[in-house]
T-cell receptor
Framework: DAKTTQPPSMDCAEGRAANLPCNHS???????VYWYRQIHSQGPQYIIH???NNETNEMASLIITEDRKSSTLILPHATLRDTAVYYC????????????FGSGTQLTVLP | NAGVMQNPRHLVRRRGQEARLRCSPM?????VYWYRQLPEEGLKFMVY????????ESGMPKERFSAEFPKEGPSILRIQQVVRGDSAAYFC?????????????FGPGTRLTVL
């Protein structure tokens, strides 16, 4: 699986959009970008994933650049409960293999 | 549809005892993964199982740790003769195992404390 790079920490004001970047310059054509988050002491939670088109669900939007070397997870209206570590993971589509978690980004939503 | 269930949520053992951690996957999921998170560290993969088979145990310590996923019942992660360094949060995840929508769903974890 391709290696990813994320900033170690970010702050965001409550009610504003949180934009979390991820670099994956060595991504292969059959690899998807997945995002998970881990709220303190809880199990990781799946957020969204995509291949090359932008994706949106009830939790977030995923914007993938045209060259697929980077992506941004957008939480449109961050709340205090969105404070968590966010992990960007790249893996082969349909893979039943394990997830490789990096250090992630600690997002702190401020009141 | 119940999510991934793990029990116990908290487990305290003395050095040298055995720890047994249980994981019931989501309904319809036949793939189970175990991860460990040491204090102040990231999640590390341990083992991947399908029913009655260990598919990948490359992340499991060579000694004292074992895992199973029997035909009936939950997946079990067993740690024999626990040491203080085994204190960690152990998370189980499950997935359908096929198709592009193969996201893993995680349980709440078992927090093991070794005294």
């Amino acid at each position: 699986d391709a290696k990813t790079t994320q900033p170690p920490s970010m702050d965001c004001a409550e009610g504003r959009a949180a934009n979390l970047p991820c670099n994956h310059s060595t991504i292969s054509g059959n690899e998807y970008v997945y995002w998970y988050r881990q709220i303190h002491s809880q199990g990781p939670q799946y957020i969204i994933h995509g291949l090359k088109n932008n994706e949106t669900n009830e939790m977030a939007s995923l914007i993938i650049t045209e060259d697929r070397k980077s992506s941004t997870l957008i939480l449109p209206h961050a709340t205090l409960r969105d404070t968590a570590v966010y992990y960007c993971i790249v893996r082969v589509s349909g893979s039943a293999r394990q997830l490789t978690f990096g250090s992630g980004t600690q997002l702190t939503v401020l009141p | 549809n119940a999510g991934v269930m793990q029990n116990p949520r908290h487990l305290v053992r003395r050095r040298g005892q055995e720890a047994r951690l249980r994981c019931s996957p989501m309904k319809g999921h036949s793939h189970v993964y175990w991860y460990r998170q040491l204090p102040e560290e990231g999640l590390k993969f341990m083992v991947y199982l399908q029913k009655e088979n260990i598919i990948d145990e490359s992340g499991m310590p060579k000694e004292r740790f074992s895992a199973e996923f029997p035909k009936e019942g939950p997946s079990i992660l067993r740690i024999q003769q626990v040491v203080r360094g085994d204190s960690a949060a152990y998370f189980c995840a499950s997935s359908l195992g096929t198709g592009i929508y193969n996201e893993q769903f995680f349980g709440p974890g078992t927090r093991l404390t070794v005294l």
